[in-house]
Nanobody, 124 residues
Framework: VQLQASGGGLVQAGGSLRLSCAASGRTFSSYAVGWFRQAPGKEREFVAGIRWSSGSRYYADSVKGRFAIAMDNAEKTVFLQMNSLKPEDTAVYYC??????????????????WGQGTQVTVSS
């Protein structure tokens, strides 16, 4: 499956962005999808994940209550709605997918497929 991430941009603190992760080649059915981010000089970190079959959602503590992950199976797309953005949210955001949805979704190495990344910059 190929993933295409989009929706990044420059926003002021307190603003919102919605990222999209579109699948081609197949649907996300029976997969799990995650969003990760990587800031300059830092390791890639988990942001949010969703198990397609159950709809279970998971979030990093740093984004709980501000970010929401959602899916649209008809268009084979996963969204990350980001509200109340902070300068520390600045990073390149990546979506990823795994055909083994029962694995630990917070670990990047569990994911087989990755999108190209989209830059999110939050100004203070």
């Amino acid at each position: 499956v190929q993933l295409q991430a989009s929706g990044g941009g420059l926003v002021q603190a307190g603003g919102s962005l919605r990222l999209s992760c579109a699948a081609s080649g197949r649907t996300f059915s029976s997969y799990a999808v995650g969003w990760f981010r990587q800031a300059p000089g830092k390791e890639r970190e988990f942001v949010a994940g969703i198990r397609w079959s159950s709809g279970s959602r998971y979030y990093a503590d740093s984004v709980k209550g501000r970010f929401a992950i959602a899916m649209d199976n008809a268009e084979k797309t996963v969204f990350l709605q980001m509200n109340s953005l902070k300068p520390e949210d600045t990073a390149v955001y990546y979506c990823a997918a795994t055909p083994r949805p029962r694995e630990d979704l917070t670990t990047a190495r569990r994911f087989d497929y990755w999108g190209q990344g989209t830059q999110v910059t939050v100004s203070s």
